[in-house]
């Protein structure tokens, strides 16, 4: 059909089996009075183009669309208009046609925000392309809201679509049908709310942030089961909740794994059918705690691998194999993935009546961390390779007096305990000995015990007393107390809360204390100890006998009369430590014996609460005392802190006198840094601290060359002490200036 200038399409229909139908035209305008329908079969593609050779313009009277009554179950419609100048725009026949800019005079670049609706108010289905030439990097909506069909971002320019507010909405208009947000490349944002009837498709291999809250019929990321929807391998960040009625991240069982990311920094919604969380993706938990809520069948996860540093909990979770006996969940970073009443696909299967699936299992990866709460219904066997899977009652861990749990090397098995009897159902003694009883904890491997904070659990049975080649975890803020001669071989970790050891560990445990742990209690702990955290003996006043131990945390002291605590080590390493005195009454014994050592002391404790009229002494062979003196000032400082050394030494080597130290209120045992000099718009200063007890004198020099000082004393106006704890001088103006504290004490 050819005409010079004009073209004139009525009650067109383009029928046929043809995959495609091609109207070629030299008109340079072309008027469209009336719907065009474009009919398919089953199963197939059908595609109308409009080709035209030179650049010409469309009037559209009503509309072309492609006739819904017969549009077919999985047959692509497609519309494709190539080299337009258009004066009006077209609404879209559906989200599978792509506007493809011609020489330039059309709206090309859909990074202003005026091309969105191009004469037809909040209103264009078709494919919004970033990263044209052309092209801005930002697309700025304003405070208005815009409606398109779908996405495509090219790779060559990054696309920030932003808005004035956070109410500003794009609406999908496929009126049902189906909208694809096309990522070719590079990384992108789009800041807006995202909302429509349809299904939202991902395709592409670049990265892509939704800043908002992303709402669709269906959301699917990855390949599903037809060509409608290929794959998607990038990194998608929802920076908002994200709501469905179907969720799929990845590609289903039968078809090859999706190497995509899935960032979730809100909550994810599924309000029908199931979640699906499907083989070969990382899903990444972003700071915080997230939530991923199913309303019907739950969530599907088959070989997925979870990254912190956040937590997310899915409330309703199935184990989907694959077809295999098992799935494997990977747990890495900080962050703990937490499922309640964990089920499994082949138990949901048989409850729906789709027969009798073989049971399956859930091994789980990983140097993070699993958490399994309320019932678990599947059947099969759990194992653990790595990092911690925490049950926190007995139902959560099916079939482990059936000994259908195996912990290899590197894994750890955690029982939550010490709560409420009948109250929150976590384990208790009994079943956790029978949890030791029946199951298989490989060498390597570590039982764990999580007292959550405010609760104590004490343990009077050995749990080594059956693969002794396991250690322990102390896990939580609580108390576990461990009262029985204990014969585990393993290290001990004590990784939060307080371990007390009122029995014994074994020689070959190495113990670790964390730095939020404290090992405690009056017991022996034979092996060797590392601690950054605290060690605290007793529970009240006690001695802690241990082996060799290397302290940089905290010794927690505590006085009470005549008593104090004790700590039996064998070589002592205190360098970098730190000793805190606390005092149930007031001390008034002449003198104590806090530690004991039969090895080498390293480095001396650093403390600041030494009680009113006591000094540190180490003079004593193998023991630390705090005894009675009556040295006041610099003179108790030194001897507790310095050696006895005089004020001009440097007892701990760090280039800070002994007296400025003392001076400044520090502890002489660890390295003082110079204060800084702070220039403010040419005003420069220098502060240094002011220990509230320090008895000394000093004034501040200055000099130009480093050989002639001029001393500045108080009351002089560049020294200013109107704070009791610092001491700030101003320099003098010049372009080389140095100043110094000099501290006489008597």
Not at 201 to 212: A, C, E, L, V, Y
Not at 418 to 444: I, R, Y
Not at 450 to 456: D, K, P
Request: hydrophobic share 40%; charged share 10%.
């Amino acid at each position: 059909m050819y005409a010079l200038h004009l073209l004139v399409l009525r009650s067109c229909f383009f029928l046929g089996n043809a995959p495609w139908v091609q109207l070629n035209t030299f008109a340079e305008k072309w008027l469209i009075q009336s719907t065009i329908h474009l009919r398919a079969k089953p199963n197939k593609t059908k595609t109308m183009k409009l080709l035209a050779v030179n650049p010409v313009t469309i009037q559209v009277v009503p509309e072309i669309r492609i006739g819904s009554r017969w549009r077919c179950p999985n047959t692509l419609i497609a519309m494709v208009i190539i080299g337009l100048h258009c004066s009006t725009a077209v609404a879209a026949p559906s989200i599978f046609t792509t506007w493809i800019g011609g020489d330039g005079g059309g709206p090309t670049d859909w990074g202003n925000p005026a091309n969105w609706s191009n004469g037809v108010a909040n209103g264009s289905a078709y494919e919004a392309t970033f990263g044209l030439a052309g092209s801005t990097a930002a697309a700025d909506l304003g405070n208005a809201n815009r409606s398109v069909g779908g996405f495509k971002f090219l790779a060559d320019v990054n696309t920030s679509i932003t808005t004035n507010g956070v109410g500003q909405t794009i609406t999908t208009s496929t009126a049902g049908g189906e909208c694809f947000i096309n990522v070719l490349g590079g990384s992108h944002e789009i800041g807006a709310n995202i909302t429509g009837n349809g299904n939202l498709r991902m395709k592409g291999t670049g990265d892509i942030t939704f800043g908002q809250q992303v709402t669709a019929a269906t959301f699917a990321i990855g390949s599903m089961s037809n060509a409608s929807n290929p794959s998607y391998t990038g990194t998608v960040t929802f920076l908002g909740d994200v709501h469905g009625r179907g969720i799929d991240f990845g590609d289903q069982a039968y078809l090859s794994r999706s190497p995509l990311t899935i960032v979730v920094g809100a909550n994810i919604y599924n309000t029908y059918s199931s979640s699906n969380f499907f083989s070969g993706i990382t899903v990444r938990a972003n700071a915080g705690s997230h939530l991923v809520h199913d309303t019907y069948y739950g969530s599907l996860i088959s070989d997925v691998t979870f990254e912190g540093p956040g937590d997310l909990t899915f409330d309703k979770p199935w184990i989907d194999t694959d077809g295999a006996d098992s799935a494997t969940w990977t747990v890495n970073g900080t962050g703990k993935v937490i499922c309640k009443n964990l089920g499994s696909w082949d138990v949901l299967l048989n409850l729906l009546g789709f027969g009798i699936l073989p049971p399956v299992g859930i091994v789980k990866s990983g140097s993070g961390m699993l958490e399994f709460q309320g019932t678990s219904s599947y059947t099969k066997n759990t194992e653990i390779t790595g990092g911690v899977l925490i049950a926190t009652q007995p139902a959560a861990l099916p079939g482990y007096l059936a000994g259908k749990v195996s912990v290899q090397s590197g894994g750890t098995l955690a029982v939550r305990v010490g709560g409420l009897v009948g109250v929150d159902e976590q384990w208790s003694g009994a079943e956790l000995d029978g949890l030791l009883a029946t199951n298989a904890f490989g060498v390597g491997s570590s039982l764990g015990i999580e007292v959550l904070i405010g609760n104590v659990f004490a343990h009077a049975s050995d749990i080594g007393i059956t693969q002794p080649g396991k250690g322990f975890v102390k896990l939580g803020g609580g108390i576990v107390n461990l009262t029985a001669a204990n014969t585990y071989l393993g290290p001990t970790l004590v990784a939060d809360g307080t371990l007390l050891v009122d029995g014994s560990l074994a020689t070959d445990s190495e113990v670790t204390v964390a730095t939020a742990g404290t090992l405690a209690g009056s017991g022996i702990v034979s092996g060797p100890v590392v601690a950054a955290g605290a060690i605290s003996p007793g529970y009240g006043i006690g001695t802690l006998t241990t082996g060799g131990t290397v302290l940089t945390g905290t010794y927690q002291c505590e006085i009470d009369g005549v008593d104090a605590d004790a700590l039996h080590a064998g070589a002592l390493n205190i360098a970098g430590s730190t000793l805190v005195f606390s005092q149930i009454n007031p001390p008034t014994a002449t003198s104590y014996t806090i530690a004991t050592y039969t090895g080498v002391l390293g480095g001396f404790f650093a403390c600041s609460t030494i009680p009113a009229g006591y000094v540190l002494d180490y003079g004593s062979a193998g023991q630390i005392k705090l005894i009675q003196s009556a040295l006041t000032g610099y003179a108790a400082w030194a001897y507790s802190h310095a050696n006895n050394e005089s004020a001009n030494f440097d007892f701990d080597k760090d280039g800070m006198a002994n007296g400025i130290e003392y001076f400044m209120g520090q502890t002489g045992s660890g390295f003082t840094a110079n204060p800084p000099l702070v220039d403010n718009l040419g005003v420069r200063t220098v502060t240094w601290l002011r220990g509230p007890s320090a008895v000394a004198t000093f004034k501040v020099q200055y000099s130009n060359n480093l050989q002639e000082w001029t001393d500045v004393v108080p009351p002089d106006p560049s020294i200013d002490t109107s704070i009791s704890t610092e001491v700030t001088y101003t320099l003098p103006p010049g372009p080389e200036v140095y100043c110094r504290l000099v501290v006489t004490v008597p």
